[in-house]
């Protein structure tokens, strides 16, 4: 927007922007390859809905300086591990190439002609779609476009042997990190830049925004704004969607494995203050009670909060140097060492 001679824009994405640093910090001399990372605020004029936000975050990727196909692998198990490590379950991954500049070129023509008889069925941003950039048709999510985007043959021939080999490449090197994947050909991604590779993580439980990121090489950026000509592949992750399916996973796997500390005594309670340092250092989900609770009322909340572990701490066990761990699935409970406590709880919650 402008205010009086001043014009500000709020960034849509940091795809761009990396690029720009990266020549603007001449990179490309000091460094040549460069791998880059982002986290931060993103803006779009966006009608808002579920999962679909004016202003969103992204963790974003982009590694810059190579044409190599192993480094599409390399940045697709990035994005992949990254939801894992969230405890992301039952996500997938779409896979397409849209070829370099004159496969995008063909494709396009190809793709303008045989939707030429159709246009009439397709929403009115298609309909202009279809003079000014027909690939964005298929990226669609009005029923009627669908619907005509599914009569299509479109056919994984529109590459240039060099663009296959490199994702052929690049599925073999997925293949050998044991990482599933659709080859999606309808999958052409909303911005203008990409080229070759394209990718997006998707999630079920989203609804009809269901991508929790995307990415994909753009091999022709960093010459168009203005740096040498080299190849460079990224992702970014949309933080929101994300939490929206990982935030109820994590919670429930916590309180699948949750150790609950009792303590009874003064010196059970300083020690049971380190117990859990060392537990949540080993990352065992584990809490305690602040509410001087008997015995019988700590166990109750122990049960209240489902705590699948309960470790009693008594002054007198604590001069034996033990602890009695409860199991509560199994009611059943037993003395373990204090020396090996933290491992003993690792194993039976990991
Ligand atoms: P993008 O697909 O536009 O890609 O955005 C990546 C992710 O950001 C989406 O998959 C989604 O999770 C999230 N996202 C996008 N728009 C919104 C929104 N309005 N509200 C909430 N979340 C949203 C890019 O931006 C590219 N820069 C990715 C990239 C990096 N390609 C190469 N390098």
Redesign the pocket.
């Known amino acids: 927007f402008q205010k009086e001679d001043e014009a500000y824009a709020l960034r849509?994405?940091?795809?761009?922007s990396?690029v720009r640093a990266y020549i603007e910090n001449a990179l490309d001399k000091t460094q040549g390859f460069a791998k880059l990372f982002y986290l931060g605020p993103?803006f779009?004029r966006?009608r808002?809905q579920k999962?679909?936000?004016?202003?969103?975050?992204?963790i974003?990727?982009?590694a810059i300086g190579s044409l190599e196909p192993d480094l599409d692998v390399e940045?697709i198990a990035l994005a992949v591990a990254l939801l894992e490590g969230c405890s992301v379950q039952d996500f997938s991954l779409k896979l397409n190439s849209l070829g370099c500049q004159s496969d995008k070129q063909r494709f396009t023509s190809n793709l303008r002609s045989s939707l030429e008889d159709k246009k009439l069925q397709l929403c009115p941003d298609c309909q202009n779609r279809l003079e000014q950039n027909p690939l964005r048709i298929l990226d669609c999510k009005q029923e009627n476009c669908k619907r005509v985007v599914d009569t299509l043959a479109i056919k994984d021939n529109i590459l240039c042997a060099d663009c296959q080999a490199h994702f052929t490449r690049v599925r073999k090197g997925l293949d050998a990190l044991h990482i599933a994947y659709q080859v999606v050909p309808q999958l052409v991604?909303?911005?203008d830049?990409?080229t070759g590779t394209?990718f997006?993580?998707a999630h079920p439980g989203?609804g009809s925004?269901d991508?929790?990121?995307?990415?994909?090489?753009?091999n022709n950026l960093v010459q168009e704004l203005g740096g040498p000509a080299v190849g460079?592949?990224?992702?970014?992750?949309?933080?929101?969607?994300?939490l929206l399916v990982a935030r109820p996973q994590t919670a429930l796997e916590n309180l699948q494995s949750l150790v609950y500390v009792i303590s009874l005594g003064d010196e059970a309670k300083e020690f049971s203050v380190v117990l859990l340092s060392q537990l949540r250092k080993a990352a065992i989900a584990c809490d305690t009670d602040y509410e001087k609770k008997s015995l019988k009322a700590a166990m109750r909340k122990a049960n209240d909060v489902q705590a699948r572990f309960v470790v009693i701490i008594g002054d007198d066990e604590l001069q034996k140097k033990v602890v009695t761990v409860k199991d509560m699935r199994s009611s059943t409970q037993e003395e373990v060492a204090l020396s090996s406590i933290v491992d003993y709880l690792k194993q039976k919650t990991g």
């Open positions: 849509p994405e940091g795809t761009a990396v993103m779009r966006e808002p999962g679909r936000l004016r202003q969103f975050h992204h974003g990727c982009e940045v991604r909303g911005l830049y990409y394209v997006e993580l989203l925004q991508a929790l990121g995307a990415g994909g090489r753009y460079a592949v990224g992702f970014a992750l949309g933080v929101e969607r994300l």
